[in-house]
């Protein structure tokens, strides 16, 4: 049983450009997070989703972050016009359902804006 | 706000002694608080969970103690080997069952030396 994929694992950007992080949660999982983590800090909750639905992104930025999960396929987490700042760790994580507490995370994709 | 401090950024021990990792918060008590493990350039693992109305958790050399009058969890390795060495993080949620915001500690940089 695969765990969380997420994809790619490296992404460089120039600044202004897009970028789209790739999430497919657990077999059987309906509940993704993403997670931002910056070098020395803890993980800094961005958006949480069910399929179809954003149920809390109280975590995310409100200009050039958007996050969506489609009845089919991965979730997606799209920076716009990215920026130096940006630069971090994403982490996609997903769990059974929302009695499950623990999650499952992925290996993270690792953003380097240039 | 909730905010989550685990006391010591590093924490370097013999092997074979007992670790013991503290996490502390603020207002409200989770309904359950979480314990990871995460490795240089990568996902944190998911270790143990224990609800509020746990006063202690085990799992093989792992236990946690929840106390809500503390506000505070304690993570305890027994027989500590230089495999442990990672970060650990805590991490708490209210609960709720439609939305879901988990904060994390930043973290403990646990090193075990033989």
């Known amino acids: 049983n695969a765990g969380v994929m997420q994809n790619p694992r490296h992404l460089v950007r120039r600044r202004g450009q897009e970028a789209r992080l790739r999430c497919s949660p657990m077999?059987?999982?309906?509940?993704v997070y993403w997670y931002r983590q910056l070098p020395e800090e803890g993980l800094k909750f961005m958006v949480y989703l069910q399929k179809e639905n954003i149920i809390d992104e109280s975590g995310m930025p409100k200009e050039r972050f958007s996050a969506e999960f489609p009845k089919e396929g991965p979730s997606i987490l799209r920076i716009q016009q990215v920026v130096r700042g940006d630069s971090a760790a994403y982490f996609c994580a997903s769990s059974l359902d929302r009695s499950s507490y623990e999650q499952y995370f992925g290996p993270g994709t690792r953003l380097t804006v240039t | 706000s909730q905010k989550i401090e685990q006391n010591s950024e590093a924490l370097n021990i013999q092997e074979g002694k007992t670790a013991t990792l503290t996490c502390n918060y603020t207002n409200y008590s989770p309904a359950y608080l979480q314990w990871y493990r995460q490795d240089p350039g990568r996902g944190p693992v998911f270790l143990l969970l224990?609800?509020?109305?746990?006063k202690e958790k085990r799992k093989e050399r792992l236990k946690v103690t929840f106390d809500t009058t503390l506000k505070q969890s304690l993570f305890h390795i027994t027989a500590s080997q230089p495999a442990d060495s990672a970060t650990y993080l805590c991490?708490?949620?209210?609960?709720?069952?439609?939305?879901?915001?988990?904060?994390f500690g930043s973290g403990t940089r646990l090193s075990i030396r033989p």
């Open positions: 224990i609800r509020e109305n746990e």
């Open positions: 991490a708490l949620d209210r609960g709720y069952s439609s939305a879901s915001k988990i904060i």
């Open positions: 077999k059987g999982h309906s509940h």
